[in-house]
């Protein structure tokens, strides 16, 4: 299994720019969450979704954050306008279950530098 | 979802056992303790979790004490490659998303 996988990797780009993240869950898997990692703040969760539905996005931080997940096999996480505040790693996890969900697979990160 | 609480950081001889304890004081009835780690620069790792039993996998073991306000994952033979922050995270049955503390950041030296 190629688990679950982001890309890009890294990003740096300006600030006002728009900035499109993009996570490859794990086949089978109906669960799929996005963290953002900061030093000040950790880890925190942004949104998940349940079989596509975004579930919880109290984490969003504003307007600026969207997440959709259009099909089971791909999520996409846009900061549009991207500030230099939002320069941390993004995670992306998936899971099997809507409860419990309290074995996630997380991929590598997607690190973003906003200048 | 009840706090844990957890030394900051820890070091650890390589071969030797690490104990990482965890304090959930609050925990109620359905409330689970899960396991991870996260290596510098990766994704966290799911390690292991427990519920009222002792839980052992091929990574670690889990003691949860009987009244279930502190658990200790063991590590048995340390290695230079378990160096990570390892996370203690409670959570009920029917939640349905994980939050994450600060963790303990466990050194594994020579």
């Known amino acids: 299994d190629a688990g679950v996988i982001q890309s890009p990797r890294h990003e740096v780009t300006e600030m006002g720019q728009e900035v499109t993240l993009r996570c490859k869950p794990i086949?089978?898997?109906?669960?799929l969450f996005w963290y953002r990692q900061t030093m000040m703040r950790g880890l925190e969760l942004l949104i998940y979704?349940?079989?596509?539905?975004?579930?919880?996005d109290s984490g969003m931080p504003e307007d600026r954050f969207s997440a959709k997940m259009p099909n089971a096999s791909f999520s996409t996480l846009k900061i549009q306008p991207s500030e230099p505040r939002d320069s941390a790693v993004y995670f992306c996890?998936?899971?099997?279950?809507?409860?419990?969900?309290?074995?996630?697979?997380f991929g590598e990160g997607s690190r973003l530098t906003v200048l | 979802d009840a706090k844990t609480t957890q030394p900051p950081s820890m070091d650890c001889a390589e071969g030797r056992a690490a104990n990482l304890p965890c304090n959930h004081s609050?925990?109620?009835?359905?409330?689970?303790v899960y396991w991870y780690r996260q290596i510098h620069s990766q994704g966290p790792q799911y390690i292991i979790h427990?519920?009222?039993n002792n839980e052992t996998n091929e990574m670690a073991s889990l003691i949860i004490t009987e009244d279930r306000k502190s658990s200790t994952l063991i590590l048995p033979h340390a290695t230079l490659r378990d160096t990570a922050v390892y996370y203690c995270?409670?959570?009920?049955?029917?939640?349905?998303?994980?939050?994450f503390g600060t963790g303990t950041r466990l050194q594994v030296t020579l």
């Open positions: 996890a998936s899971s099997l279950g809507s409860g419990g969900a309290g074995e996630l697979f």
């Open positions: 086949s089978g898997h109906n669960s």
């Open positions: 979704f349940n079989n596509n539905v975004p579930i919880d």
């Open positions: 609050t925990i109620s009835g359905n409330e689970y």
């Open positions: 427990g519920l009222k």
């Open positions: 995270i409670v959570m009920s049955g029917t939640a349905s998303k994980l939050t």
